[in-house]
């Protein structure tokens, strides 16, 4: 089992900047990579970013150059950096982690951006 915590999400204004971060623990070798998915209301949940044990990315185009996913060197904690944040944007975003053939998900964290 992999556990995920998430923290970070919030509110801010169009063009402002939120970081979230996302604590891996539990059965956390063998990770083959860790990620952010976003949902907004009434919207399928869509992968925003995610980065491979290899250290490969992999950003959904409409965040593409305003988001980064980053981690750290343990391997265990993933970051999404959002820049020049839209509407668009708000949701709730849920770290990923994939291990083996196996999914595990966060609770989820609120980001909402006002216009």
């Known amino acids: 089992q992999v556990q995920l915590v998430e923290s970070g999400g919030g509110l801010v204004q169009a063009g402002g900047s939120l970081r979230l971060s996302c604590a891996a623990s539990g059965s956390i070798s063998s990770i083959n990579s860790m990620g952010w998915y976003r949902q907004a209301p009434g919207k399928q949940r869509e992968l925003v970013a995610a980065v491979t044990s290899g250290g490969s990315t992999n950003y959904a185009d409409s965040v593409k150059d305003r988001f980064t996913i980053s981690r750290d060197n343990a391997k265990t904690t993933v970051y999404l950096q959002m820049n020049g944040l839209k509407p668009e944007d708000t949701g709730v975003y849920y770290c990923?982690?994939?291990?083996?053939?196996?999914?595990?998900w966060g609770q989820g964290t609120q980001v909402t951006v006002s216009s």
């Open positions: 990923h982690a994939r291990r083996l053939v196996f999914n595990y």
